[in-house]
């Protein structure tokens, strides 16, 4: 049996991705850059992880005919408006927790797995989620949290997970990840723990090879503490 699950956030908990990439716009009106990322371009954008990084990546795009060079501190500072903007339109209710969550949470709890969080986005963003779906139960539920600015590089690497596992103090194979994406998933791998993972709308259609499972939503996994780790039944 696992002694902890470990969520990833955006396209897992919730589908994040949608209010981030208008929280982008709005900061790009904002700031008068002259950007604007449409879904289909946002799309090839989140192979960049990370908010700050996608920025960078697409400042410098030669087919960006808005190009321009951004300092590190303008860049950081594009972001801080973002992480405010994202942070209002989750308390407003803009981003409920998918299908199955809550049940997979409470369940684990009664069956006494640990809970904990690996995620690329920013600490404030999570913070903002949990309390919007939980309220003030949030602070209790997650033993540990780790956030993208934490660890020196996001997913794919595996540094997010290998933070949570230390913080844990479990390893990877006691574990088990909750991942919508190829990188995620590579992540959590590289960290030595099995991920199942939940198709979300931008990362549904990713290689998902090596994943012990792959569901659409986590309705169909609700008793997740129930799975036998060592047969791999999930
Ligand atoms: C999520 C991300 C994040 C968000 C934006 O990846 O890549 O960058 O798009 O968040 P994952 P920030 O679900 O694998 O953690 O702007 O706070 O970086
Ligand atoms: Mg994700």
Not at 3 to 21: K, M, N, P, Y
Not at 24 to 40: C, I, M, R, V
Not at 58 to 66: I, V
Not at 70 to 76: G, V
């Amino acid at each position: 049996r696992f002694a902890a699950l470990i969520f990833d956030v955006d396209g897992t908990l919730a589908e994040t991705e949608e209010t981030h990439r208008r929280a982008f716009n709005e900061t790009f009106a904002y700031f008068k850059l002259g950007w604007d990322w449409p879904p289909l371009l946002y799309r090839r954008l989140l192979r960049v992880t990370g908010g700050k990084e996608r920025i960078a990546a697409f400042a410098r795009a030669p087919e960006n005919l808005g190009r321009r060079h951004l300092s590190a501190d303008e860049i950081a500072e594009l972001h801080r408006f973002k992480t405010a903007r994202f942070g209002q339109l989750v308390s407003g209710g803009g981003c409920p927790l998918r299908p199955g969550v809550a049940s997979v949470v409470e369940r684990a709890r009664q069956r006494g797995l640990r809970l904990a969080i690996a995620t690329t986005t920013a600490r404030p963003n999570v913070e903002a989620l949990l309390r919007a779906a939980w309220g003030s139960e949030a602070d209790a539920l997650f033993d540990v949290i780790v956030a993208g600015d934490e660890v020196p590089r996001k997913k794919p690497a595996p540094d997010v997970y290998l933070k949570v596992l230390a913080l844990l103090g479990l390893e990877g194979g006691d574990c088990l990840a909750i991942e919508d994406s190829r990188a995620g998933l590579l992540a959590a791998g590289a960290a030595g723990v099995a991920v199942l993972i939940t198709r979300s709308f931008y990362f549904g259609d990713d290689d998902f090879e090596g994943a012990a499972a792959v569901v659409e939503n986590l309705a169909e996994a609700m008793d997740i503490g129930a799975m036998d780790q060592e047969n791999g039944k999930i």
